[in-house]
């Protein structure tokens, strides 16, 4: 599939944080084992500092996850990357993500042509995703709920992706997969999980495999203002 970059090129900011230490953080992903040059390029490309607090600005092209408030994370690069990668294997168009939080991974997503469903529990958080969303110019269409519930009116999608850990898959998310389509998300507990992929075979049966160790903040219910 070919890289579409929807982003506005003043949004970007490229004075604030240079090409130079974004450069850096795309030869580090290289280094370890990202190889998609589609994904390399929505990293490069998608101002990662516009979706932390300024005062953690200069952090923001450090492949690691950094606090957003409410005590959740922005997504380690490294695992934004390695899950857009394995999602892309497929080449979907439609895509539900599961946790909103600062809005980069869907961000990353849209900058790659997709068509980005997400939701998010805490909606102080969605509201400053959205916000970025708007200042970006990207199509990113969201909702406060708990996402574990899925968006069935917009089922089934081509990928989903879910950046809480739970301790099983869910069901219901599963059951909103097209044919052939695959979600990826984090599955064990607080000290250890598996970023699983599983994919939805045509005789109703599905497929998983491992693609490797991560740690995530937990996928929680209902929701908070
Ligand atoms: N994709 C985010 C990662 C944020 S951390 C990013 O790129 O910044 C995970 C997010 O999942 C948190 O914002 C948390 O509030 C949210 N979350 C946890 N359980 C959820 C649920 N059941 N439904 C929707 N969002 C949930």
Redesign the pocket.
Known sequence: MMSKLRLQPEAVGLGMTSQRVRDRLVQRLRDNGIANENVLNAIRTVPRHL?IDEALASRAYEDTALP?G?S????QPWV?ARMTEALLQNSPNKVL??????????AVLAALGMEVYT????GD?LRQARKRFRTLGLNVRSKH????IGWPEHAPFDAIIV??AAPALVDSLIGQLAVGASLVAPVGGPSSQSLLKLTRRADGGVDEVELAAVS??????GTLD
Do not use: C, K
């Open positions: 979706f957003i409410h959740q994370t922005i997504s934004v993500e599961v946790g909103t939080g600062s809005g980069y991974q869907a939701v998010e529990r805490i958080l709920d708990d996402g574990r950046t809480a995530f903040v937990p996928l929680l219910s």
